[in-house]
């Protein structure tokens, strides 16, 4: 098969999700819903009292994960449920699967991120931005890691019975690295560190994607076949 | 394209529970196999395993074209199928599952071309509903324009009538004529009227004896 065939098979999937969303709001009532709940749950929790930043910068990423766990599996597992694996498997090559799904994933991630964190720098005062050049690209490679390691984890939950309790069980041990890197390097941003203190972080974020999605791209054949 | 597909020695287990064993096939353009057999005898195992949906647990399976073998990877491109448990997308209308399908499969096919098609099948008048309001008959005739949206070589069709009225059985039944005359047809059945069409028939009873 040509590279220019795969390309668009690819961005066929991507849009087939899309138009899927936007039809059927499988994932992003979900992800949305969960934002604003858990967002509503911390501004409450807080009421005056002062938080330091390191532990806003935490709690940033937990809203992110675990919204990113109740929607992210969804592009899987509703082929799963629907029962149309089989015309996939039958209308597309496995890679083109892979990278159509990813696409889509990272789409919906950014446009999440995006939406939590406009509600976040409102809604939560005492978290303020000093360094935004280290912020916005530690957003990217967190979405980048987020998405490439939910999309391989979904695709494999999608086969198991208990797909809703083993994606985030499954997904915890694989992201808490990430999680981790992208707390250290969100906390640069916001003492306001210089750029080349973070490349430290941005080097384990980017090698961290990398890594997932060539071992996804190695292992996607023997997860999408029975 | 000058297809063979050369079976050899298939078995499949589920669970250690063998369904079928030592099956095996040569055929060649303008062929037809019926797979007959009881109910589990395998029928849609073994025509998924020719799909390259599942895999075999024994023997092997190749298709090629010009004695050159398929990759494995790019068989679902040269393969039509339909079948009662396969699905379609219900969120779209007929047409957009068509378009859909078409854009993944980057076949070159115009909107003329997608419309005939759904003419041929009877689902011109309803092409813009949405699937879900579609009766199973209808699903399953919009499966048969989606299997023939890429012109394939070759064709496999479990439980062919399946949901379909009279008139769907004819459509059914020219599909078939058609599909002998340019390429591989292969049918997973338990009528006999179907297994009659073909030029060949494994029975998979037979296979266990």
Redesign the interface.
């Known amino acids: ?1 040509k590279i220019t ?1 795969s390309i ?2 690819t ?3 991507l ?2 999700e899309v ?2 969303e936007f ?2 709001r499988y994932a992003l009532n979900a992800l949305l819903m969960f934002v604003v709940t858990t967002l509503s749950v911390i501004l409450f929790s807080i009421g005056s009292e002062n938080v330091s930043q390191e532990i806003l910068c935490g709690i940033l990423w937990i809203i992110i994960f675990f919204s990113s766990m109740s929607g992210l599996s969804r592009t899987f597992v509703s082929e799963e449920e ?3 694996v ?2 996939l ?6 890679l ?1 699967v892979y990278f159509g799904k990813l696409l889509y994933n990272l789409l919906l991630l950014t446009f999440l991120n995006i939406f939590t964190l406009i509600l976040y720098l409102l809604m939560i005062p005492g978290f303020v931005i000093n360094n935004y050049s280290i912020f916005v690209i530690t957003i990217i490679l967190g979405t980048f890691g987020l998405a490439s390691a939910s999309t391989i984890i979904a695709a494999i939950v999608a086969k198991a019975n208990t797909k809703g309790t083993l994606f985030p069980v499954l997904a915890f041990p694989i992201l808490l690295p990430l999680l981790m890197t992208l707390i250290n390097a969100t906390k640069l941003a916001v003492q306001g560190a210089i750029l080349n203190e973070a490349f430290g972080e941005f080097r384990v974020l980017l090698s961290y994607s990398i890594v997932i999605i060539v071992i996804s791209y190695l292992l996607f ?1 023997f997860i999408w ?2 | 394209m000058f297809l063979k597909i050369s079976a050899n020695g298939l078995s499949k287990a589920y669970n250690r529970r063998e369904i079928f064993s030592n099956v095996n096939f040569q055929l060649k353009e303008n062929d037809s196999l019926a797979i007959t057999g009881r109910n589990g005898a395998g029928k849609s195992t073994l025509i998924k395993i020719i799909a390259n949906i599942i895999s075999q647990t024994k023997g092997e399976i190749s298709i090629s074209d010009k004695e050159k073998e398929i990759p494995k990877s790019k068989i679902f491109s040269i393969v039509g199928f339909v079948a009662p448990y396969l699905q379609l997308y219900d969120e779209f209308t007929a047409l957009e599952n068509m378009r859909i399908i078409k854009n993944i499969r980057n076949v070159l096919i115009s909107e003329k071309n997608i419309l005939e098609l759904l003419n041929k099948v009877g689902l011109y008048k309803n092409r813009n509903d949405f699937v879900r309001t579609f009766s199973s008959g209808m699903k399953q005739r919009l499966k048969y324009a989606c299997a023939l949206l890429h012109d394939p070589p070759l064709l496999l069709l479990d439980e062919p009538n399946s949901n379909l009225d009279e008139e769907g059985v004819k459509m059914v039944w020219e599909i078939i004529e058609e599909q002998k005359a340019k390429g591989i047809l292969v049918v997973a059945t338990n009528e006999i009227e179907d297994s009659k069409l073909c030029t060949k028939i494994i029975n998979l009873n037979k296979q266990e004896e």
Do not use: C, F, V, Y
């Open positions: 098969m065939e668009n098979a961005l066929g999937i849009q087939k138009l899927s039809r059927t629907r029962g149309t089989m015309t498997h039958l209308i597309a090559n496995p083109s054949d076949k029975d």
